[in-house]
C-alpha cells in the first residue's frame, strides 16, 4: 500500500526557515516522481516543487525553496528558505510511478495528509 506522510511544518516568522519530510512506504521510492504542492485557504492547490525526470520550481520560490530525495531513507525533502507570508498553506507530499514531467496535482495519485506552514509577518 503507497503511503506517504509529511511532517516538518509550523508556524515560522517571515525570514526564517522550515524543513519538510515525506517519509514514503510500501512501494521502491527509486521508481517514483514525488513533489511538493501546497493549498492556501480560497485557492486551488499548487504545485511547488517536483522531483521527476526533471526538477521543477515554481516561480514564486525559485531561490528560495529546495527539493532533495534521500533514495536509502525513502525520504522527500522540502528545505524552504526566507520564507514569507504567501508561503502559508497546508503543504503535500504527492507520489506517482513512473516518468513524470509536469509538476501537477493531475499527474499524481498518491497524497499525504498535509502539514501546516503558517510564515507570520
Known amino acids: 500500500q503507497v503511503q506517504v506522510v509529511e511532517s516538518g511544518g509550523g508556524l515560522v516568522q517571515a525570514g526564517g526557515s522550515l524543513r519538510l519530510s515525506c517519509t514514503a512506504s510500501?512501494?521502491?521510492?527509486?521508481?517514483?516522481?514525488m513533489g511538493w504542492f501546497r493549498q492556501a485557504p480560497g485557492k486551488e492547490r499548487e504545485g511547488v516543487s517536483c522531483?521527476?525526470?526533471?526538477?521543477y520550481y515554481a516561480d514564486s520560490v525559485k531561490g528560495r525553496f529546495t527539493i532533495s530525495r534521500d533514495n536509502a531513507k525513502n525520504t522527500l525533502y522540502l528545505q524552504m528558505n526566507d520564507l514569507k507570508p504567501e508561503d502559508t498553506a497546508m503543504y503535500y507530499c504527492?507520489?506517482?510511478?513512473?516518468?513524470?514531467?509536469?509538476?501537477?496535482?493531475?499527474?499524481?495519485?498518491?497524497w499525504g495528509q498535509g502539514t501546516q506552514v503558517t510564515v507570520s509577518s
Open positions: 504527492a507520489a506517482q510511478r513512473g516518468g513524470i514531467t509536469r509538476c501537477s496535482r493531475d499527474e499524481y495519485n498518491y
Open positions: 510500501g512501494f521502491r521510492f527509486v521508481d517514483y516522481a
Open positions: 522531483s521527476g525526470l526533471n526538477t
